[in-house]
């Protein structure tokens, strides 16, 4: 037996990686790329762990079937994993591992994208596949695992010596493989391409002592010239880089919620990578007084509009602050939470 036929699945796995890993970086979704994103996120990295977990043929193991045996050492020697259950377990294998996956992206702080996903899972089956390989060396020659040939055609002659509820499960169990690659290979190797996925969040937060953003402990009750620091986060996810503008306003509400006073605090511009975000520190204070006033801060896609206002915002976050005058330490904070769009 030639060193090629022992390896050539261990060549075909790696080779077929880096091709679909090709294919998710470079070809348009609707396209080959779907077929070997599939094979990527749902075959080549369960298949992979297969051949390192199972690199040979033949296993020697105490007898099972007979239980005295057990007992006085004889050894039996048992089959390894068939290629088809092999193949079935691969898909197994891979379907367990894709939240191993993405809680691995979510925990190193990387998003999920087509790029991302296909990296990971590419990484995993080429290690395994190089590890499945030196494990194979390692392993006796008249034992090591060997892809064998004709292994369909046997199958299907022995389908005919089964019953034929056994047949109908084998072609459930193949439909749902097929319904199961389709939906997770759209819904995970292509996220970027559905429109959804494309939005701007944005968070206004305070700096805690120990350095940290947290969602409390707002200026909420000022005096006129008297000044609170806010953060205003706002995280790029449109899929492209984003040049945003913030404008800072303090407004005066009616109940009715009628704007009747308007004072425009500062103006912000940055530039946002894609997938990254933009922390904005900014000291408020307030120049006029008034309870229930709205300090708001207005998030635009390019220039913002010489008369800026909530509707015509892309995002917009929101702090209600009772403001008094100088010297006037009684006033309450009547709200207490952040209203956020």
């Known amino acids: 037996m030639s060193n090629r036929a022992v390896y050539a699945d261990t060549v075909a796995t790696i080779a077929l990686t880096a091709g679909a890993i090709l294919a998710v970086l470079n070809l348009p979704p609707v396209t080959a790329r779907a077929a070997l994103a599939g094979i990527l996120v749902l075959f080549l990295p369960g298949y992979a762990l297969t051949t390192l977990v199972f690199p040979a043929t033949k296993e020697t193991r105490l007898s099972v079937g007979d239980v005295p045996s057990a007992f006085v050492g004889n050894n039996t020697k048992h089959a390894g994993v068939p290629f ?81 509820w056994d047949n109908v499960l084998n072609v459930a169990l193949v439909g749902a493989v097929v319904v199961a690659t389709v939906v997770v290979t759209f819904a995970l190797v292509s996220p970027a391409s559905v429109a959804s996925a494309s939005y701007t969040q944005a ?74 975000r933009w922390q904005l520190t900014h000291e408020v204070a307030p120049s006029i007084p008034g309870e229930n006033l709205r300090l708001t801060y207005l998030v635009y896609k390019g220039d913002a509009p010489e008369n800026p206002t909530i509707e015509s915002s892309y995002r917009h976050v929101t702090l209600w602050m009772d403001v008094t005058e100088g010297g006037d330490s009684d006033a309450q904070n009547t709200v207490s939470s952040v209203e956020s769009s």
């Open 84 to 164: 088809l259950e092999r193949a079935a377990l691969s898909i197994g294998l891979s379907v367990a591992l894709v939240p191993l996956f993405a809680w691995s992206l979510e925990v190193s702080g990387v998003e999920f994208l087509a790029p991302n996903v296909a990296a990971a899972c590419g990484g995993f089956a080429i290690v395994a596949a190089l590890l499945g390989g030196v494990r194979r060396l390692r392993t006796a020659a008249e034992t090591r695992y060997v892809v064998p040939i004709g292994t369909v055609a046997a199958y299907r002659n022995a389908a005919h010596d089964r019953s034929n």
């Open 203 to 276: 968070s206004l937060l305070t700096e805690a002592d120990d350095g940290s953003l947290v969602a409390s402990d707002y200026p909420q009750n000022l005096t006129v010239g008297e000044s609170g620091e806010l953060v205003l986060l706002v995280e790029n996810y449109e899929q492209e880089t984003t040049r945003y503008t913030v404008v800072a306003q303090l407004q005066r509400v009616e109940s009715n919620g009628e704007v009747t006073a308007t004072s425009e605090i500062d103006r912000f511009s940055e530039t946002v990578e894609t997938g990254d």
